[in-house]
Structure formats: structure tokens, C-alpha cells
């Protein structure tokens, strides 16, 4: 199955900016869509944002214009994020999530792509 990997965290001061990447490794034909993730100290992991296999993106109702989500490549997604807030502060998580075409479902992708989970990295945001 396949493994994630997120980089680009750090410490910046309220206003800045921070661009993430998740890198998906393994050999998989399968289809997935790429899901960024969220979870602050004591609270409820939360959804940022996705990005599907043919780039539609979503967005999470807080990023409110100041997020950007890309994907650069089939096994790579960035996040960048400017205008941040201690409210930012969190572990941030990219996860797989199984996107097959209309008749081609397989069943091996689900063990393949389907709800990988990176270990995440950490922002930090300082007032």
C-alpha cells in the first residue's frame, strides 16, 4: 500500500506564510484523491481542503481565501498557506482517499490508496 509523507511545517509569526507538501509513495495504479487534514491540541481532527484526481478543489469553510491547495504531480500535493493565526496552529495530515472511474472499482485499491494517513507536520503560529 501506498505511504505518506508531509514536510514544510514549522514556527512563523501571526501573518505569515508556510507552504506543505505531501508526497505519496509506492507503486499503485490506483485512482485517489488527495485530502488535507487538520487537528489542534484537544480538538477534533478537521478537513482543510481536497484535491481529486482530475485537480477539483474543495476548501474547508475557515480557510476563507487563504489557503491554496495544488497538485503538482499524480503522487504530490502542496498546501500553501499565508495570513496564519495562532488559530492555525495544528498537526497537518494528508490522507489517500480511493477515487476510482464510473466500472472500475478494484477491490485491491481499497487496501492499496483507500484512508492512508501521513504522520503529519507540525505548524506553529506565534502571536
Known amino acids: 500500500h501506498v505511504q505518506l509523507v508531509e514536510s514544510g511545517g514549522g514556527s512563523v509569526q501571526a501573518g505569515g506564510s508556510l507552504r506543505l507538501s505531501c508526497v505519496v509513495l509506492?507503486?499503485?495504479?490506483?485512482?485517489?484523491?488527495i485530502y488535507w487534514y487538520r487537528q489542534a491540541p484537544g480538538k477534533e481532527r478537521e478537513i482543510v481542503g481536497t484535491?481529486?484526481?482530475?485537480?477539483?478543489l474543495g476548501y474547508a469553510d475557515f480557510v476563507k481565501g487563504r489557503f491554496t491547495i495544488s497538485r503538482d504531480t499524480r503522487n504530490t500535493a502542496a498546501l500553501d498557506m499565508k495570513s496564519l493565526t495562532p488559530e492555525d496552529t495544528a498537526m497537518y495530515l494528508c490522507?489517500?482517499?480511493?477515487?476510482?472511474?464510473?466500472?472500475?472499482?478494484?477491490?485491491?485499491?481499497?487496501?492499496?490508496?483507500?484512508?492512508?494517513w501521513g504522520r503529519g507536520t507540525q505548524v506553529t503560529v506565534s502571536s
Open positions: 484535491v481529486d484526481t482530475n485537480g477539483h
Open positions: 509506492g507503486d499503485t495504479t490506483c485512482l485517489y484523491d
Open positions: 490522507k489517500t482517499q480511493y477515487a476510482p472511474r464510473p466500472g472500475t472499482w478494484d477491490r485491491s485499491c481499497l487496501d492499496d490508496v483507500a484512508d492512508r
